[in-house]
C-alpha cells in the first residue's frame, strides 16, 4: 500500500517555531516503512539581517514556512513574496504568497506560502533574495 502522511509536530523550538514532520511513501513490502523526518528552522544571516525560516507544511497541494526578519540597521521593505522561489525536487513552485508584516520596519514576520509544481520528493531549495546577500536554504526531504 503506497502512502504519503505530512504531520505537523506540535513542538516548539528557542525560536517559538514549529518543526515539520515529512513521512515519505513506503514501498509497499513489509517493514519498508520510512521513519519520519524532521525539517528544522534554520537561521542565516543575510548582511545586517537575520532571517529565521521555519517549515510548517511541505506537501501536495502546498509548502508552507514561517519566515522572520530582524535587524536594527535597515528598513525591511521587500515584497517577500516577489523576492522568494522554491524548488523541490528540481521543479519550481508557482510563485509564492505572504501572509504577515507589510513593508518597513526592522522586524517582519509571517507565512509564506507556494502552490505546487510538482511531487514532494528530493531537496526544497527556497530562494529570498532583494536583501543585501540572497539567502539560500534548503532541506532534504528524499524520496527523489
Known amino acids: 500500500m503506497r502512502r504519503a502522511l505530512i504531520v505537523v509536530v506540535p513542538l516548539v523550538v528557542a525560536a517559538g517555531l514549529p518543526l515539520l514532520v515529512v513521512t515519505l511513501p513506503d ?17 542565516v544571516s543575510a548582511g545586517p539581517i537575520e532571517v529565521t525560516v521555519a517549515p510548517v507544511s511541505v506537501e501536495g497541494r502546498e509548502a508552507v514556512f514561517e519566515v522572520a526578519f530582524d535587524t536594527h540597521s535597515v528598513e525591511l521593505d521587500l515584497d517577500v513574496a516577489g523576492a522568494s522561489s522554491l524548488e523541490v525536487g528540481g521543479i519550481a513552485w508557482a510563485p ?6 507589510g513593508p518597513g520596519g526592522h522586524h517582519r514576520a509571517g507565512r509564506l506560502s507556494f502552490a505546487p509544481g510538482g511531487p514532494v520528493s528530493g531537496d526544497a531549495h527556497l530562494t529570498i533574495r532583494e536583501l543585501p546577500a540572497p539567502v539560500h536554504l534548503q532541506w532534504m526531504l528524499g524520496g527523489g
Open 27 to 43: 514501498s509497499g513490502a513489509p517493514g519498508s516503512e520510512r521513519a519520519p523526518r524532521v525539517l528544522s528552522p534554520r537561521t
Open 96 to 101: 509564492g504568497t505572504w501572509e504577515g508584516d
